[in-house]
């Protein structure tokens, strides 16, 4: 039985020489904790260049992120490949004030005319169209009737090339229906997942990430979400519904401990674990 947190990574800070200081909740940005402590950009970057080469016997050039926060995945995937695009579409001015001083320092000059940042709602916005969207961690969950996230889907498809490839995440689970919370030691702070509330007759969850420090200080309620818990089946026939063909779910592979190995392959069946993190290929 395989146990993998919703929120994926186990990426370390990296310790600035001996005398480091010691992060408090004071001294630390919630955005830098976020990104060490939840996201692997590399990896989601390797999985759009696995999931091009296995289907498309090429590698994907222009990406849209949804949902693109501080655009660390959309900066990772332009330093990737010197012609590799990404338009950033997010509606929140202020986490896009951070994701613009991250640009500036992430990014040279050329690069930085690679991206496009939007600040635009994914349910409305226009782009050029892309090989393939991208909604990672779970921020599609934020649509939590069929009708609202059966349009964003289609505006997704509408959005891509005429063989583009949609590729998102999901997570579920036996204990992704309860109410738990679970901490994990990231260098230099805590990182807490509060699966805080989930309605049985909704589906509806309310998760919270909170970062405690060593010396004793918190950043409670960090982040919250206030999502629909989908299941895969929903979600594929959705998917299908709107138009998507080939609606694939790549499963992670397990290590000799039981955990999660990053590795993740097309299953038609999965497994019954207490925790489980899935990627959802769509093709157009
Ligand atoms: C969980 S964060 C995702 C951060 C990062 N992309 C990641 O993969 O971890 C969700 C982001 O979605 C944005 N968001 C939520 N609903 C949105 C919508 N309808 N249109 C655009 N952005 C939205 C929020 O502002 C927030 O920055």
């Known amino acids: ?41 590399q990896a989601e970057c390797d999985f759009i260049d696995q999931v091009w080469k296995e289907r498309r016997k090429r590698l994907a050039q222009h990406v849209r992120e949804d949902f693109c926060g501080t655009a660390a995945t959309s900066c990772e995937w332009i330093k990737r490949r010197e012609d590799n695009t990404a338009i950033g579409v997010d509606f929140d001015p202020a986490v896009l004030k951070c994701a613009h001083e991250r640009i500036a320092k992430r990014l040279d000059e050329k690069q930085i005319k690679q991206l496009t940042i939007l600040q635009d709602d994914v349910l409305t916005v226009k782009t050029k169209k892309v090989e393939s969207v991208l909604a990672m961690n779970f921020s599609y969950y934020i649509f939590k009737t069929r009708a609202l996230l059966g349009k964003y889907f289609k ?7 005429d063989d583009g490839i949609f590729i998102l995440d999901a997570y579920g689970g036996s204990d992704s229906f309860v109410e738990l919370e679970e901490d994990r030691k990231v260098k230099g702070f805590t990182y807490v997942w509060d699966q805080h509330f989930y309605d049985p007759i909704t589906g509806d ?6 970062f405690r420090f060593p010396d004793g200080s918190a950043m409670n309620k960090a982040f919250e979400y206030h999502w629909r818990l989908w299941t895969l089946p929903e979600l594929r026939e959705l998917l299908e519904e709107v138009g ?41």
């Open 1 to 41: 039985m395989s146990r993998k947190n919703p929120k994926k990574k186990k990426k370390k800070i990296p310790a600035k020489g001996k005398n480091r200081l010691q992060l408090t909740a004071a001294t630390s940005d919630k955005h830098d904790l976020y990104e060490h402590s939840v996201q692997d950009t």
């Open 205 to 210: 969850v309310t998760n919270y990430i909170h």
């Open 244 to 284: 998507f063909n080939n609606v694939t779910i790549y499963w992670e592979g397990t290590d000799e401990d039981g955990d999660g190995d990053g590795e993740f392959t097309p299953k038609t069946v999965g497994e019954a674990c207490e925790g489980w993190i899935a990627y959802i290929v769509a093709e157009k």
């Open 155 to 161: 505006r997704v498809r509408s959005s891509l090339v």
